[in-house]
């Protein structure tokens, strides 16, 4: 057992953290004391510190912690607990602070039902030293003022999810490919604004930067599904694009965009604006190019929120002019294409915005892996950027993209559900780590890519535990056995399985040639089984 002692009770959110951590992983009890001297562990926050920054010292008896502001203790408290050994902890003397100062993820808006769950994924991007959280509102949360937005958001959600091929098959049904409809989101409904304030309130006790989506213009389904007379296609099945020039949009926009804030309290909001695939189309908007709408309806956003000291993000992919390496096409540029059914779409360009929107809009690239030139063109314009849908274990160059001033950071994105399980089966586990290890940058060398991908498993089974709640199926109390998660029918009681029916892929395929004939396992929920295969993980992780 230790003994703790904090400085100000504004970081008792990282000491709770803390406390849990070291039960779960290390099964040791850490107890709090308000005696500085008698505490094992005693921190305190150090203004001094480069932002963010933290300091740990010891002699193998007494510890010290030392972070600038609620971040930097959160930082220092979990940096410990890589530490402890067979004997506690040793001697150390650690400094580390952020190499970038925006080091975020991207998530939906949970269900109603996985708001602590939802608080387990804030604790582990707390571990992981994320700082900034964007979530995605759109229809997800309450509207007090406007009811039918969220009506119309779980009715669009069913007919979408109820629609041949599912939401896939509704994007790919038009002469484009239309916006994706994220019915992910609020788990298909919404969410009360109580739950959503006590979200945003718990990711801010770690000192996080909490950064609402809601996007006008594409990906507007929530507008649209409940006033579809203010789309710029209205002839379309649930129209993903609104008109830049439908004054009541903007009306209802606003008036959203103003609970937002309330429940939110944000410095910045994103306003979306990726995959822009409808525009000009209307009899007021055709008589303007796609540069002069663009830019318009930016400048609107712009003005609404920056008279609130509220500073704009946005996917910059069309007001980018640089060349996709791999199709040799711009995505601002005239997209003028044939489906296979031969029906064709125009999209006009709309590059030349970028000359005509305030410089203190921040871009979401995330066209940097399909050029080495974006950064360059947002550094020539004179913005800021950071790099949107960051993944950070396949990109290279690192050192030659952060060259240009202009980038700020990156954040990576989920596109899923927020739990254990589903952010484990699409690999987002992963990337979370990888991303916040490249972004804090503390001596981080991509040449060493490997290790850092053996450490990355090494610690994968504690993030699970971390975000379940409880120690994982994959390791017993004796440490002597490991398990394996494959989404299966669940049957009751024990559960057997082929060792040749594991997934051809990847690690699976591997591990299939080296099992036992039989698996025997256990259900874990609805959708996973856990399996003993004994030491043979042990060798594949």
Same mark, same amino acid.
């Given at each position: ?14 000491? #709770? ?208 599904? #409940? ?29 959203? &965009? ?149 980038? +700020? ?19 987002? +586990? ?5 991303? &916040? ?45 490991? &398990? ?14 082929? &060792? ?42």
């Amino acid at each position: 057992m230790y003994t703790l002692y904090m400085e100000t009770r504004e970081d008792s959110q990282a000491a #709770a953290l803390f406390k849990r951590l070291m039960d779960l992983w290390n099964h040791t009890e850490i107890e709090m004391t308000g005696d500085m001297d008698a505490a094992d562990i005693a921190v305190f926050r150090g203004p001094d510190l480069a932002p963010e920054g933290f300091r740990i010292t010891g002699d193998g008896n007494k510890i010290k912690i030392t972070g600038n502001g609620r971040s930097g203790v959160v930082y220092g408290l979990t940096s410990l607990i890589k530490y402890y050994g067979p004997g506690g902890f040793g001697a150390i003397d650690v400094s580390e602070a952020p190499r970038l100062p925006f080091r975020g993820v991207q998530l939906y808006m949970p269900p109603k039902g996985n708001i602590e769950g939802f608080k387990r994924v804030i604790d582990m991007l707390a571990y992981l030293k994320h700082n900034t959280l964007i979530l995605e509102v759109g229809g997800g949360m309450e509207y007090k003022r406007h009811p039918e937005i969220n009506q119309n958001w779980e009715r669009l959600c069913k007919s979408i999810n109820a629609f041949p091929g599912g939401p896939a098959g509704f994007t790919g049904s038009d002469c484009y490919h239309k916006d994706s409809v994220h019915t992910e989101l609020g788990g298909g409904s919404f969410v009360p604004q109580e739950d959503v304030k006590t979200l945003v309130d718990y990711a801010k006790g770690y000192g996080m930067d909490v950064v609402p989506e809601l996007q006008m213009l594409s990906h507007a389904y929530y507008i649209t599904a #409940a006033y579809p007379e203010y789309a710029e296609r209205r002839e379309d099945f649930f129209p993903d694009t609104t008109c830049p020039h439908n004054e009541d949009a903007y009306k209802l926009y606003f008036e959203l &965009a103003e609970e937002v804030i309330d429940v939110f309290k944000p410095n910045t909001v994103s306003i979306g604006h990726d995959e822009i695939r409808v525009l000009g189309l209307c009899d007021t908007c055709k008589n303007y190019n796609g540069h002069e709408l663009l830019a318009y309806e930016v400048n609107r956003l712009h003005d609404f929120y920056s008279k609130k000291n509220i500073r704009i993000a946005m996917w910059c992919e069309k007001m980018q002019s640089v060349k996709n390496y791999f199709t040799g096409r711009t995505s601002g540029g005239v997209s003028d294409r044939v489906n296979e059914y031969g029906r064709r779409w125009v999209i006009p360009a709309t590059s030349d915005a970028i000359k005509n929107i305030p410089k203190d809009v921040l871009f979401l690239d995330w066209l940097y892996g399909w050029s080495w030139d974006s950064q360059a063109e947002t550094q020539a314009n004179g913005f800021k950027q950071i790099f949107g849908n960051f993944h950070g274990e396949i990109t290279r160059g690192w050192e030659r993209r952060l060259s240009s001033p202009c980038v +700020i950071g990156g954040e990576t994105s989920s596109w899923c559900l927020s739990d254990e399980f589903t952010l484990g089966r699409d690999g987002i +586990i992963g990337d979370f780590w990888y991303s &916040a290890l490249m972004l804090w940058g503390a001596g981080f060398d991509e040449n060493d890519h490997e290790c850092y991908m053996t450490k990355m498993r090494e610690e994968m089974p504690m993030l699970r535990e971390l975000l379940t709640g409880g120690r994982a199926a994959s390791v017993s109390a004796a440490g002597q056995k490991a &398990a394996i998660v494959y989404g299966g029918s669940e049957k009751p009681g024990a559960y057997t399985l082929p &060792a040749a029916a594991l997934p051809e892929r990847g690690v699976w395929k591997n591990l299939s040639k080296q099992c036992p004939v039989e698996i025997h396992g256990s259900p874990a929920g609805e959708s996973a089984v856990y399996f003993d295969v004994g030491a043979t993980v042990k060798k594949l992780f």
